[in-house]
């Protein structure tokens, strides 16, 4: 690992010269339209890989009990998982036509770096795509077994599809497996190391994979949690609520340590990362971390709050490590700061209170074995799925625009991959208005299942306290 | 044969398979939308019904061109989508037109997504078409957008070559949904679109033979692979293929015209491929493109470990369906709804208030670089979001 790590510090700052830069006035608008469309894939994609356990979990319980409304559930979730799959699906498409359409420098020069793992990523899609149509149009075709078992790889893929593409963003952060010769060519390209031997992959995916079963949850909760407090707690809606919370409430608390874990591994590969997200100027012993506040030109934080040494001990776990500053490089290699910082500290601030509001709920239950009584408590959990995908989308701010300007990190300039080609905007505007038919239509079809009617025999347990409509 | 020229065999075979099968997924709503007669109802939800189950799966072939095409040949993808990002751009818009419509699953008939589908029916295969003609005829130089972005797809060839996919895909649909109205039992159905898959199979035969002139015209050297040699037969296949659907399709052997049908576009593929190579953009050969020998090895190792897992599902797949065991899935099938809640003056000032202030954030949010307004703009439209959430929520607990 250490070797790997050295390879790639050997071309890291003042390298990036081996790439002609393009010379295009539009790339903070082919920034601003990648971004925009990771904005929409990543939501949609939480629910490719979380979604699919929480449906089989429910028809697993319902063949185990014969309770009718585990079935029921299993059935109207599958079709949101359906639903949502094809937004899934053709924003994903979207993703990989725009890398080469925006990025054509990066992909000409490191396509067969990282290709391996797109290519290994179209299989899994592959796979969730077939077993999906099956799972979800075969109900009541074939045997009960046999349904519940087409759900496994559609599972099985969501978490290879992620792998794979968390491999390459893993890799774009901490590259490795390929030089790069007197002419500026790369050669000598080790695809598996550079995809699958990274530092980088292991915290990032399993930050990513809790992420998607946090957003998954605190949403899904969060609509029955509605339901709850207008009165509907018979054993359908209790049950909707209770397992998508139970999932939350676990994995929440657990992302603290994932995300000190990726925290880590930023620090130790990636300082000047690091840096931006604390405004870090000095190179500091016992380094404090600065909360809130506005970094400013003359590079110090105004109306920051400073905790002592919390910074060494977060990012190495020791009090008086020796934290490297922003000034360690040319202002020309720093990412913009304040972007960077903000959404790092927006992730972290959410990512504390789910796992106190989990921590809530947990603690009920084991002491009391209740679910919590306080309105309050339901109307923290309906705010806590939006509030997740807030910290989803700020995480991606934190690592994508954390690594600027590399597109990759130490070796190419984004400036350097992008395309040399005119009219960026217009495309822009397409794709956004495309996007909001997409949007409308999903939110239409949503709010059309969750109109249909409950099957009688559920419908007559529920029964509606007066006055709660 | 090097194995530099493997991925390209590759690509090729997902591009066939692309045509071939999600063709026929972008020409059905064309059908839907000219439905008329006594079966029209019928035919305009047929083709949801015959695609939603596989639509995903087939599309999958399109990324796996991609994929192979960017590990294999990095320079070649680079370039192409730089020069042509316009018609692919377009291609991506109709792919997500099309998608809204299976998103929208049993109301599909509506007439919004109808049209929707039936413009993406015509752009997608068009696109993609103009992409492949501008390759045919030269007009992508190697390297970062050296081309021109207008004129390289906008010459005869790329056009011929688009309005040949629209009608083929046309047709490939009309074939598909006879055989599958007939193992519906719906004989009145597959009549119908008998007669739709003679006509359109007429027009995609004398546009190809348009092309043919086009080609002669603009890509001397394409057009030269495809009247000789290896390149001949393939032509010649095509046609004979082409023919027998017409025959099987006249009397009325749709499930036979399906197969055949396909060979006839696969046919046409495997012909471009020997009329292209060896140079696959001008000055550049698909040999000299090709990413090292290791990394060619590695795709290769990875495509054979995913085909052993992806035919036997592929196979699964489509034998469900082809055997008639998937029904459409009502989600939310318009019988199913219950009466339609009514929006309070309240509710709908809130919701208009809610998508106005989307459009304002997300103005700001386009139109500035930095500071106050970007910023500011950011905050409305991501408030906007929320509160369009919280009413979202709302309705979906009024069950
Ligand atoms: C529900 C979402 C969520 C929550 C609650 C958290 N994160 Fe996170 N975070 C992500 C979702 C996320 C993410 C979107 O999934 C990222 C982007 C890249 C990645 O691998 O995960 C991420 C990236 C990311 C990175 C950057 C990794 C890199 O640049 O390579 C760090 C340092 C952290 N996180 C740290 C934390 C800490 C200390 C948290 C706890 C308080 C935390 N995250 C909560
Ligand atoms: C593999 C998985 C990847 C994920 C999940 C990912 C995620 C994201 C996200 C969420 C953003 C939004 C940042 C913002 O809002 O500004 C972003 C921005 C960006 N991404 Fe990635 N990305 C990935 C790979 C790539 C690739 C392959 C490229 C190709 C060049 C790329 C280049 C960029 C650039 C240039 C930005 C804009 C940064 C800026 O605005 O300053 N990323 N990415
Ligand atoms: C956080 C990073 C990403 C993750 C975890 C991820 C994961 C997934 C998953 C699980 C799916 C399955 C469909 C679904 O459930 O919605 C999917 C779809 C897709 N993603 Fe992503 N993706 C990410 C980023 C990207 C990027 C950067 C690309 C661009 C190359 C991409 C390309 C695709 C494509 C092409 C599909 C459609 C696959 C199909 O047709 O089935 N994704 N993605």
Redesign the interface.
Known sequence: MLDLIAAAGDFAFGAGQSFPKVDQEYLLQARQMQAMSFAMHIPLVCFGIAFPSLVIFMEWLGLRTGKAHFSALARRWSKVMITLFAAGVVTGTLLSFELGMLWPGFMSAFGDVFGLAFGLEGFSFFIEAIFISIYVYSWDKISDRRHILTGIPVIAAGITGSLMVIAVNAWMNDPSGFSIDQAGEVTNVKPFEALFANGHLWPQLTHMYLAAYIVVGFLIAGVYAFAWLKGRRGDYFRTAMVVPLAVACLAAPAQLLIGDWAARTVAEDQPIKLASFEGLYETTDGAPETILGWYTDDNTIEYGIQIPKLLSFLAYHDPNATVQGLETVPEDDWPPINVVRMSFQTMVAIGTGLAALAAWFLWIWFRRRRLPETKWFYRAVILAGPAAVVALIAGWVTTEVGRQPWVVYGVMRTEQAVTGADGVVFGFAALLAVYVALVTTVIWVLRRIARQPLPPEIAALEEVPDGAR | MELADVPAILILVGIALYAVLAGADFGAPIWAITARGEVAERLKDSGHRSM???W??N??W???V???C??????V???????L??P??L???G???R??G????G?SGRPV?RY?AAVSSFLVPFALGCVIGAIVDGGVPPG???GD?LEAWTGPVPIAIGLILVASSAYLAAVYLAADAERRGETELAVAFRGRGLAAGVVAGLMAAIGLLALHGDAERVFDGLTSGAGLVAVIASGAAGLVTLGLLWSGRFRKARFVAAIAVAAVVAGWGLAQQPMILPGLTVREAA??D??IV??LV??A??LI??VP??A??YS?VLGG???P?D??SPG???ER?ELTPAGRRTLSAIWVAALVG?GML?LS?SGVTLYLGLAIF?AS??C???Q????????
């Not at chain 2, 960017?70 to 320079?75: G, Q, V």
């Not at chain 2, 993808?77 to 020069?83: H, P």
């Not at chain 2, 979202?392 to 069950?399: E, I, M, P």
């Open positions: 939603a189950p596989v995903e799966a599309h999958v399109l990324i796996f991609l994929v192979i960017w590990t294999a040949y990095p320079e993808f680079g370039s192409i989508f730089s020069t990002w316009i692919l751009l291609a991506c818009l792919i997500i037109m998608a809204v299976y998103v929208a699953g109301v997504i929707l970062n957008a050296q972005i990413a090292s290791e990394v590695g795709l990875a495509v470990i995913g897992i992806l599902s592929l699964l797949l469900l065991r998937f029904d899935l989600v939310a199913a709804a219950p809640r997300g386009f670089d991501m979001l929320a369009g959430i919280v979202l929520a709302r309705s979906l607990v009024r069950a």
